[in-house]
Each structure stands twice: as C-alpha cells, then as structure tokens.
C-alpha cells in the first residue's frame, strides 16, 4: 500500500511554484506582488494534490499542466502585454527545477557515483537542456546581454505608504528631466506601478492608453501630487506623460527623495526583463539622500 501525505504534496509544490514564480518575475523584470504570488503558489500547490488522487489522474496530462500553469500566471501577475512569455518562461522554470529536484533524489537515493550518473541518459539530458537553453536564449536574449553589461538594476518606489519594487534598464539615452527641477525622471510602465493606487485611481489610470494623460490629470485633480510631463521622442513632437512624485525611490542601491515618475501608458520594454527607464545614473542626482 502506498502511503501518501497531501500536506507535504501541497508544502512542496507551492514553495516550487512560488521559486519558480518569483524567479519567473525577477527575469522577466516584473514587480514581486507578493500576495498574489503566494495565492498562485497556493493554487499550483492545490493541483500538485488533485494529481495524487487516483480519479484525477487525467489532470496529470500535458494539455491540463499548461491550463494550471496559464491560471498560476494570470494570479500571479495578471492581464500581461507578454503573457504568453511569462507563461514559457515560467514552463520552462518549472521543468528545469522539476528535473534538478528528480535528479537529486536519484541520486543520494543511489549514491553519488561513477555508476548512477553512468545509467543517466546523457541524450535526453543534452537534448532537453539544449532546447531550454535555445528558448531562453531567443526569448530572453536582450535580458541576458543587458544584464550581463550590467544595464539593469532594481528599483524600489514608495508613494503614500505603499511601495513596489522592478527592474530598471539603465538606459544612457533617456535624458527625460523634469523642467521644474532639472532632476532625471524615471518612466514606468503603468502596468508595475498598480501596487501604488487605491482601487477608484486603478480604475482611472487603466483608461490612460485609451483617454491619454490630461484626461486622467482631470480625474485625479484632488491629489496635487500628480501633473503632467511635456517631452519629445522620435516621431512625437510635443507629448505628454502623467507624473507623480515619489516619497522615495531607491535605485540601483542609491536613495533618492521626491523623485518625479513619469508613468508610460505602453510598455517600455518588448519583454526584455525591464518596465522601466532610468537615465539619471551619470551626473544628476535628484536630491540624493
């Protein structure tokens, strides 16, 4: 007879489910929302128990891993411009952690020797790793050049209370200043920033792609903490960005207080491990603290 323990089955694959979610983040430059994170890791923990049951074994299949694995992502982050990505990256994560886990215990169950790793089948390890390697690569290969040059960096903002934390690109060609101050404006994607609002500004800000930036100034005209940002880009004569100031933002480990935000209707990013722009890093220093 076979004993099982659902509490361990559902420990064990929520804590995989919640590395692999986070680590899932981290790469693709998301916020870390923890507790939507913690609510997926709970769900995928959910299903890894429903698998064990012997009249659920149907949930075992391909087809309905990647279901769970859509709705892990969709909790997680929710409604994405790179949902799709999020959720191959995310895939991708999950076997890789899986086969390092199933290795491991091949192999202190068998001992660590010459003959276990001799009876591995070094064809499908090669062949499977290679394929992650080759997806991650394409998928995530502008990622992987900046931040091996060391162009992105973790940004920390906190406004009224509450705070979110992503992944910056260190980007030398945004010269966005403020004009009341002179001081370098860090742009976010209005998608990492939802941590920030109370669920009427939510509701607002979501309409800032579709009804543009002054409308939502009319809307939000009780807090005098947001304005408008006039700039120039290729294509844009004269255009204008939403803003706020920040109580603080730490960026790439320097604190800077009153920091105006520029939020970006659109991403800033194709999915390449960032939501944001910074270009304040050589010579402006925002009234660092």
């Not at 004993?3 to 998301?30: E, H, I, K, M, Q």
């Not at 929710?78 to 091949?106: E, H």
């Not at 260190?170 to 966005?176: A, E, Y």
């Not at 002179?182 to 920033?193: K, M, N, S, T, Y």
């Amino acid at each position: 007879m076979t004993v099982w323990y659902p509490d361990l089955a559902f420990l064990l694959n929520s804590l995989t489910d919640l590395l692999a979610l986070s680590a899932t983040a981290r790469l693709a430059g998301l916020p870390l929302r923890w507790k939507r994170l913690l609510a997926a890791a709970a769900l995928g923990g959910l299903y890894g128990v429903i698998c064990l049951l012997p009249p659920t074994a149907a949930a075992n299949s391909v087809i309905f891993q990647m279901l769970v694995a859509a709705a892990l992502i969709w909790v997680a982050f929710g409604p994405t411009s790179f949902f799709l990505r999020q959720l191959l990256l995310f895939w991708l994560l999950s076997c890789t952690m899986g086969g390092i886990l199933l290795a491991a215990d091949n192999l202190f169950q068998g001992g660590i020797s010459w003959e276990v790793l001799s009876k591995l089948n070094w064809k499908v390890f090669f062949l499977v790793g290679g394929t992650c390697y080759f997806l991650l690569s394409v998928i995530f290969r502008g990622s992987a050049r900046h931040e091996l040059r060391g162009d992105l960096c973790r940004c920390t903002v906190t406004f009224r209370g509450r705070e979110v934390s992503f992944t910056a690109l260190l980007d030398t060609g945004h010269t966005l200043t403020d004009g009341a101050t002179g001081d370098a404006v860090l742009i976010v994607e209005a998608a990492a920033l939802g941590v920030l609002w109370t669920e009427s500004e939510k509701a607002l800000l979501a309409q800032l792609s579709v009804k543009g930036a002054l409308w939502c100034l009319e809307q939000l005209a009780a807090d005098f903490r947001f304005r408008l940002l006039p700039y120039q880009a290729v294509g844009v004569s004269t255009g204008l960005l939403l803003c706020f100031r920040a109580d603080k933002a730490l960026i790439d480990g320097q604190e800077y207080r009153h920091l105006t935000v520029a939020i970006s209707p659109t991403p800033v990013s194709d999915g390449g491990g960032y939501c944001a722009l910074w270009g304040g890093r050589e010579g402006r220093c925002n009234d660092a603290a």
